[in-house]
């Protein structure tokens, strides 16, 4: 399995919008070959900082979603509401509990 974690900095006027756009793609994503678990969790301290959260089975179903037409037109409709650049890490679980 596959964790994929990206942090992003969304300008302030833009949280809600940004909400809106990845709420409303959530579905499509969670139904993605591979997927497996999907989060959007916002930031305690700083409002406009969210962080994705996604499982995935494997890198290749993860590669697949991130080649897909629908991941390039959602991404540049939410690049343009980033303060900054995004922050993307994977992992694979080493070890966990229930």
Do not use: H
Request: charged letters at 25%; one cysteine or more; hydrophobic letters at 40%.
């Amino acid at each position: 399995m596959i964790v994929r974690i990206v942090q992003l900095s969304i300008i302030p006027s833009q949280v809600e919008a940004f909400t809106k756009l990845y709420t409303a793609s959530m579905e499509i994503i969670r139904s993605s070959p591979g997927c497996l678990e999907l989060s959007l969790l916002g930031d305690v301290v700083t409002p406009n900082c969210v962080t994705t959260l996604s499982k995935w089975k494997d890198l290749e179903a993860l590669e697949a979603y991130r080649r897909s037409d629908f991941f390039r037109a959602t991404w540049a409709d939410a690049k343009r509401m980033f303060d900054e650049k995004a922050r993307a890490y994977s992992y694979t679980v080493i070890s966990t509990t229930n």
